[in-house]
Each structure stands twice: as C-alpha cells, then as structure tokens.
C-alpha cells in the first residue's frame, strides 16, 4: 500500500474533522477536494476529473464514490475499505448512486456539508446534487473547512515540504547554469523540471511558468518557447513538489546589462519581502502581511504595477493549481500561526517600460520569526 503517512497521523486527521464537524452540527461531509481525500486517506489520483466523492459521517465512518478506473487507485494508495462504484453509460447521473449511498448510510434527514468550490466540483454536478439532495436533508457549503485544517502542517508534512524546497533550488541552480544570452527557454524549463523528477519529485499543481522578453512580464504558463536576446529578462515561477507537498519559488533574471529600473524594482521587491518577514509571524494576520506589501509598494509609487496579493499558504495539492484557499490579499482574517508553509512573491509588472521583476520563496512559520526553506539567497540574478 502506497501511504506517505502512518496510520496514526490519518486518525488524527480524522479526529479532528470530526470535532470540527460536530462543530459545525454536521451529520456528514461530502468531500469533493481531491486534496481533501488525500489529506484525510491517502487517496491519490486524478480522477477527480469525473465524478467522485467521499462520504465522512460524524462518526468517522467514510465510503468512497468513484469510477471503476479508480478502485485500484484507491485500494492501493489510500486506507478507504468501504468503495462503491458508479457505471458510465449514456446519460450517466452519479449523484443519483450518492443518494441511494447516503440513505444505506442512514443519512436520510441529515445536515451535510459538502466542499463546493473546488475542481473536483463541476457546475453540472452540483447542479445535479442539488437536484437530488435538496429534499433529501439539508446542505450546507463547508468549502473550506477541510482547507482550514489542513493549513497546519504536521511534522511529516513539513519534512515533504522541506524536501520540495531543496527539489526547489535544485531546479533554480539546474536554470542558472544555462541562462544567457542565446539561451533556449526550452532546455532551461526541461533542466528545471528534470531536477524536480531526478530528485524523486512529482508533477507540480500546475505548470511552471517561463517568460522571457515582454513575456516576463506574465504571470501564467503559456505555450511558446524563445532564445534569449543578448539584454533580456527572464521571469521563473515554479515549484518543487514531493509527495504532492509544494515548495514555490519565483525569480527574475535580467540577461546582459540591467537597466536602472529592473535594479529599482529588486529594491523595492526586497524591501518588501524583508518587511513582511516582520510580520508573518503569530500575532498577525494574512491580511496584514498583504498590507505591509501594499503600503511599500504604494509609497514607492508602485500601485498600478504590483498585484492585489501577494502570495498564499502552500501544500499538498493537485491540478490545476498549486495554491491553497487562503491568500494573502486585504482585509483577510486568517491568523498567522506555527506550523504553516507560505508562499511569499513580490511581482511587479510595469508595462509602462516593459520591465518585469519578481522574488518569491517559502516559509514555514514558527513562534517567531518564519524560517526561509531556500538556500538561495534573496540577490539580484545577472547572467
């Protein structure tokens, strides 16, 4: 059985959503996250792309919902015993199999709780869970209270996240030792995921993002490779990834002579960076650590060309983003406390000059000050 856990970690796991879950005076979960499943069993897969969920009763009791495709899947990487299975055939409605599960559950009449917004939740289907479910107890939308436990990282997954950020720097040296002028964004992605997988990594969440010339100044992946120009400037947003854990890092690379604005922008991203290391740290907030970016930034004159967030906490997630539910954007509520993984990017993106600059590493919070998990130091990269 493939369990990056003991079973002693998943029982607690368990316990504590079913403390939160008596809390919240709910019968049951319908967890629809695939990051949810493998955080509470092991579950590990990418069928979440069709319908699947996992009933968690008050009780502890759980049952797997899933394709034919996926029951190996699940028997192999998880601790689920109980697996049911939905049959594809033409106008398929899986939901209406959950609802016969759930009154074999004893579940008729209950207040469920079911994770709403996530990727594992089409439109189409919660629609048709409504559809089924409405009368049949009272739904509640608990989309984050799996993602709220889970913000706290236990000592296994810290190590997995310790063991993402050296993936994380391998990938940048394996970067540095090909970037110049001339050089192929193809072969400097192909070397950086290369050092992730030949470091025993996994697929990231989500692409790595590679942009060179006025493409640095982007944000998302996007098909398209190019050749340095002998002045360039490269942006790099990637992760390291083991076990699923992710450690993220962004940088920007200026080829040939730096111009007196991208040494302006480092500054400033520096600068920011260093200040909120002052305060993610308990005590605060995340939206405090948004409003020590925005305030630097803003006094630097740099409003129009930073973003309205400025990272986010980080963990085990699968496709199609790395990032977990909580941000760090204005006015969030979210406490700062030990024991989280966060990623911290300074982007700045002035289409004015059509200069890019970015800084990004992760955290892991303590009782005090955060603990960088990089060993690269935060300078200025010229090549």
């Given at each position: 059985m493939a369990l990056h856990f003991e079973r002693t970690e998943f029982a607690d796991r368990l316990s504590k959503l079913t403390a939160k879950m008596q809390e919240e005076k709910l019968d049951a979960m319908l967890l629809f996250a695939q990051e949810s499943m493998y955080w509470l069993t092991g579950y590990d897969t990418f069928g979440y792309c069709f319908f699947q969920t996992l009933v968690v009763k008050v009780d502890g009791t759980m049952a797997l919902l899933t394709r034919s495709a996926d029951l190996r899947q699940a028997r192999q990487t998880s601790i689920i015993d109980d697996i049911h299975i939905w049959v594809d055939r033409i106008n398929a409605d899986p939901t209406m199999d959950l609802k016969n599960l759930l009154i074999e559950m004893d579940l008729l009449g209950a207040r469920i709780g079911v994770e709403y917004d996530t990727h594992g939740m089409t439109g189409r289907v919660a629609r048709l869970l409504d559809s089924q479910l409405t009368s049949f107890g009272q739904l509640v939308d608990a989309s984050y209270l799996v993602g709220r436990l889970r913000l706290i990282k236990s000592p296994t997954e810290l190590a997995y996240v310790e063991r993402a950020a050296v993936l994380a720097d391998d990938a940048l040296d394996a970067a540095l030792a090909l970037t110049g002028p001339?050089?192929?964004?193809?072969?400097?992605?192909?070397?950086?995921?290369?050092?992730?997988?030949?470091g025993g990594g996994d697929y990231p969440a989500n692409e790595f993002i590679i942009g060179s010339g006025i493409d640095a100044l982007l944000c998302r992946y996007k098909a398209g490779r190019r050749k340095l120009d002998a002045n360039d400037q490269l942006t790099l947003e990637w992760a390291g990834a083991y076990a699923h854990y992710h450690a993220a890092m962004m940088r920007t690379i200026v080829i040939?002579?730096?111009?007196?604005?991208?040494?302006?922008?480092?500054?400033?991203?520096?600068?920011?960076?260093?200040a909120i290391e002052t305060v993610m740290k308990p005590g605060h907030t995340f939206g405090d650590v948004f409003d020590m970016h925005a305030k630097i930034m803003d006094e630097r004159g740099l409003a129009r060309h930073r973003l309205n967030a400025c990272g986010y906490s980080l963990g085990a997630r699968f496709s199609p983003s790395w990032m977990e539910q909580q941000m760090f954007h204005v006015g969030n509520p979210q406490e700062i406390e030990p024991g989280m993984s966060l990623f911290v990017h300074m982007i700045i993106m002035d289409s004015d000059t059509g200069t890019a600059m970015t800084l990004g590493q992760t955290y892991l919070t303590t009782a005090d000050t955060p603990k960088t998990l990089s060993r690269h130091p935060l300078e200025f990269l010229n090549r």
């Open positions: 001339g050089a192929d964004e193809a072969a400097i992605l192909a070397a950086m995921q290369g050092a992730v997988f030949s040939g002579q730096p111009t007196h604005r991208h040494r302006e922008l480092f500054s400033a991203c520096l600068e920011t960076i260093q």
